[in-house]
């Protein structure tokens, strides 16, 4: 190298250094600033909220990466879903009947008069007022805190809520997917990752279902193993399997189609519901995992439903070596997991002590949801450091 052009070499290195020290400098300032102003609004009395909320709102959030896209829709979306088919809602409980109030009926056409005269078209909701707002009550959770002593209890209210807009809520996946993109955007987050829809279930022979109904969670591993390879070496290459399999990854793609774009990306995770029988439970597994391997969507698979319910509990460790069994033969698939979302007194004390720890270290979660009873785990500290070690994310 010439001279001249070595010395114009070294100019550009350490103008692109100063530039890079400016940026870094400019950079640094602006995060103490921003630092400084949201330790501002966040100490004190509440007189800043409104000011932290614009704050937050305008903060670029990355992803949102724990979503049940059910839950995530409001109830007067599903209520304009409910007029658009000429569905109808109970305005009333009916024993005789077997009626429940506020509840969707999707089989107008087949109602007697006595039923017909209970359910009430949307435009009727909207004319009536009281109606309407109770209606809403039920749906959701709005509003809770004001009026909690009229209801079920906080989670039980919460989880049947999915009961009373279930019947709706998976019409019209594309346009609820659309609706949640166009918030996410106005509110600065780039990413969602929704669980959609529990993988399909499956149909076995009876002998299968006995023999995976016949295990529980103190069933040795032995024995365990037996009874799902069986299953899983039934259903693996079954034909008719593959097709609701490739049905359900279907779906998601046409649930996503044009949501994907340069500002915005969708994701999915399957999921398995954990109140069921032990061979609707691992059918359902076996396909969220095998559908995880089929679709670039499907990033991950999860459990879901209430902790606490009875079968939840009795079976926890089963299915964690369900999700163990099929980690082995899916490896590539990776888990989020629903773990630890109980407190004190919602469960007899003993039933805190382990479930997060049976996700990490059975099931292979790489991700835990809520985790908020880890304080009561078996040797919290520890298991602690081992997430910190593994880095084991936990979702709020
Ligand atoms: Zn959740």
């Known amino acids: 190298m010439e001279m001249h052009l070595f010395v114009i070499f070294i ?12 940026a870094t400098l400019k950079s640094n300032k602006n995060i103490d600033a921003t630092m400084e102003y949201y330790k501002r609004l966040i100490i004190g009395d509440t007189s800043k909220l409104s000011e932290l909320n614009i704050f ?6 990355g992803g949102d990466l724990h979503h049940h896209y059910s839950g995530s829709i409001y109830s007067e979306t599903y209520l304009n879903w409910v007029a658009r088919n000429n569905y109808c809602v109970y305005r009333e409980d009916n024993q005789t009947l077997k009626i429940q109030k506020y509840k969707i009926e999707t089989r107008v056409s087949n109602l007697t008069d006595s039923e017909k005269a209970l359910c009430i078209t949307v435009s009727e909701i909207y004319l009536d007022n ?6 809403l009550k039920r749906w959701s959770t709005i509003d809770y805190s004001n009026h909690y002593h009229e209801q079920s209890p906080p989670s039980k209210q919460f989880f049947d809520t999915f009961d009373y807009f279930g019947p709706i809520s998976n019409s019209y996946y594309n346009e609820g997917l659309m609706l949640l993109k166009n918030t996410a955007i106005s509110e600065n987050v780039q990413y969602i990752e929704t669980m959609l829809k529990s993988g399909p279930s ?7 279902n006995v023999k995976l109904n016949s295990l529980n969670s103190k069933s ?19 034909s008719n399997v593959n097709t609701i399999i490739n049905n359900y990854v279907k779906m998601i793609d046409t649930s996503a189609a044009g949501i994907n774009d340069g500002n915005f990306a969708i994701r999915f995770q399957s999921y398995v519901s954990r109140g069921s029988s032990p061979s609707q439970v691992f059918g359902s597994l076996f396909s969220a995992f095998s559908s995880a391997i089929r679709s670039d969507l ?14 939840s509990m009795r079976d926890y460790t089963l299915h964690m070596k369900m999700f163990r069994f099929l980690k082995q033969r899916f490896p590539t698939v990776k888990l989020a997991m629903h773990a630890g979302e109980l407190v004190l007194g919602l469960v007899p004390p003993e039933g805190l ?22 304080f009561y785990e078996h040797n919290a500290y520890e298991l602690l450091e081992k997430m910190k070690q593994l880095n084991i994310v936990v979702e709020a």
């Not at 100019?11 to 400016?22: G, K, L, P, Q, R």
């Not at 499956?202 to 299968?208: A, G, H, K, M, P």
């Open 298 to 311: 499907i990033v991950g698979v999860n459990i879901v439903g209430p902790e606490n319910g009875i079968v």
């Open 130 to 135: 009281d109606f309407y707002r109770a209606l």
């Open 56 to 61: 937050i709102t305008n903060m670029p959030k």
């Open 353 to 374: 002590q382990f479930h997060i720890r049976e996700a990490i270290e059975i099931a292979g979660a790489s991700r835990i949801g809520h985790g908020i009873d880890i």
């Open 11 to 22: 100019y550009a290195v350490i103008f692109c250094i100063e530039t890079n020290n400016a």
């Open 202 to 208: 499956i149909s076995v022979t009876d002998e299968l």
């Open 220 to 238: 040795n591993d032995s024995e365990i193993d037996i009874a799902l390879t069986a299953y899983f070496n039934m259903v693996v290459n079954d």
